[in-house]
DNA sequence: CCTACCGATCGGTAGG
DNA sequence: CCTACCGATCGGTAGG
């Protein structure tokens, strides 16, 4: 045993230090001496260092589903929504950036079993995007040559690959992120008849 | 000494390790095994684990600016520019998907030094995406409210993260591939007034 | 949560 | 390129 709230501790210590060097390349002594105890004693805490991994991996992606799901199940234009579940998305990302990035770099360090079992929600979860993409093309929103597939994959690309380059001390909104690539991607990059978008 | 390529075989067992399980948790002794010797006989060919790691990111950091460098300092619109640097990007990283994924993926485990060179490049390389983008704003082909920063994110996002789903398995041609993300990119996914694009 | 320690394994070297 | 081996360090455990 020990105080209350020191599970959260490692889990922190580990979320940080996972995130600058990679799960293989930290040590659980690292991750002990950060909430100042012997190496040892994680295993009062916690079964194993993997397990550290993929509680944190785990809850990000519950967090993803959390903040997108309604949006993608909500009313609304498909436009709307599409900027929206980037948003919210992104949002995740620059919130918890380091979260994050073990939960889209890291996940490979994982067993098998707990590899698939993410795999599984990542799947769920990317099949919120195709459901708006397939509501809008449907509803005639979106151009009816948009292929749901890569219209996905263009959206949580550039979702997801805000965390190998976004720092927060770069002063940008997060919001603002959001907006400028959902901009880009209704409107497209070329110069339409008008002037208009 | 040795019979020559060697050391070619070495860095080419590297390379499916580090692809598939990740720099830090391939051992020498499994990169030497795959090539038939004992663990210490690997330091006949190279001088470290790491020196194998930097020669593989610089070969393929070099592949991706021959490749994409010369369509982007050639002539010609730039959307068509743009696509050919998109399909020109991704087919490397189809064609060298393990390489591909060591360069995207493992260039943390380098050493501060290596890790800034490999930087540099990188910077040098995104800059020829936002020169096409700056012309075709500049020429009135793209339309200005264009951000040339977020313009270059978006495409290098798309063609960055196929390393992350392509499966050559798949049957998915590349020039297809790049050719989706370009349509997708320039036109955007709105219905236009008319119906072309 | 500490002390003490485990078997295994790591990257790398010496000396041929 | 092998044999033999190094010091260090790894994740984890026993027994309080």
């Known amino acids: 045993m020990g105080r209350p709230g020191r599970k959260e501790e490692l889990l922190q210590a580990a979320v940080t230090l996972f995130s600058q060097k990679g799960y293989h390349a930290t040590t659980v002594r690292e991750i002990a001496e950060a909430c100042g ?35 993608a199940r909500g009313e609304g234009r498909a436009a709307v929504k599409l900027g929206r579940a980037m948003a919210a998305h992104i949002a995740v990302v620059t919130d918890s950036l380091e979260t994050a990035t073990i939960f889209l770099h890291e996940w490979r360090a994982l067993s098998p079993d707990r590899r698939e079992a993410v795999a599984a929600r990542r799947t769920a979860y990317e099949e ?35 965390y190998q380059w976004y720092r927060p001390q ?3 909104d997060p919001t603002a992120v959001a907006e400028r690539f959902a901009e880009l991607i209704l409107g497209g990059i070329e110069r339409r008849g008008g002037e208009e978008r």
């Open 37 to 71: 105890m012997q190496s040892g004693s994680i295993y009062a805490h916690i079964a194993s260092k993997e397990d550290l991994l993929f509680q944190i991996v785990i809850e990000v992606a519950d967090r993803f589903m959390e903040q997108v799901g309604p949006i």
């Open 128 to 162: 919120l995007f195709a459901a708006i993409i397939r509501e809008g093309v449907a509803s005639g929103e979106f151009a009816p040559s948009v292929d749901e597939r890569f219209a996905r994959l263009l959206v949580l690309s550039a979702a997801n690959w805000v």
């Open 170 to 172: 770069g002063g940008l």
